[in-house]
T-cell receptor, first 108, second 116 residues
């Protein structure tokens, strides 16, 4: 079993739609959780950290359920510029473990 | 440019040749990481340096791979006797000191290796 598993993509949604990505992780010792965004042929960039209390950054909301080892990302009012691959990431001390990523295409 | 830089950006080589990549981290960052990413996959951890000390190596890092960070600043990743399976994007990331609970790593643009 992969340490971090994500929804298979791709997700093709119209502008303005709400889209949710789910992720599960297998190592209960994981300490930190993130969503990274990766544009085509570019490097990953941190989108947001994920906290147990849930956190929001504009149109983006992230949730963490440690008991279920489940992480989610909700994007509201999708923009064309949100088109990218979204990577679920967990960390134990120094090492980041990435999921395969879910590709999102926002269509006009 | 104060971000992570990597050189070269692209490398095409023939099977069996040796290649070396360079990473220059953000100047005040003491932690440096190498990852490998193949098509359709997320980045996979290869190795980690804190200052000049290589503290961890993944099982993915075979004997043909070696990484150095001699002065605790830039790092090199060398692949000897390249194989077609080594074709991938090699990403470098750096991170500064700080609370361990928030450990954002900043990635460079990567070196895309193609082994013919």
């Amino acid at each position: 079993r992969k340490e971090v598993e994500q929804d298979p993509g791709p997700f093709n949604v119209p502008e303005g739609a709400t889209v949710a990505f789910n992720c599960t992780y297998s190592n209960s010792a994981s300490q930190s959780f993130f969503w990274y965004r990766q544009d085509c042929r570019k490097e990953p960039k941190l989108l947001m950290s994920v906290y147990s209390s849930g956190n929001e950054d504009g149109r983006f909301t992230a949730q963490l359920n440690r008991a279920s080892q489940y992480i989610s990302l909700l994007i509201r009012d999708s923009k064309l510029s949100d088109s990218a691959t979204y990577l679920c990431v967990v960390s134990r001390s120094y090492q980041l473990t990435f999921g395969k990523g879910t590709k999102l295409s926002v269509i006009p | 440019d104060t971000g992570v830089s990597q050189n070269p950006r692209h490398k095409i080589t023939k099977r069996g040749q040796n290649v070396t990549f360079r990473c220059d981290p953000i100047s005040e960052h003491n932690r440096l990481y190498w990852y490998r990413q193949t098509l359709g996959q997320g980045p996979e951890f290869l190795t980690y340096f804190q200052n000049e000390a290589q503290l961890e190596k993944s099982r993915l890092l075979s004997d043909r791979f070696s990484a150095e960070r001699p002065k605790g600043s830039f790092s090199t990743l060398e692949i000897q006797r390249t194989e077609q399976g080594d074709s991938a994007m090699y990403l470098c990331a750096s991170r500064g000191q700080g609370a361990s609970s928030y450990n954002e790593q900043f990635f460079g643009p990567g070196t895309r290796l193609t082994v013919l």
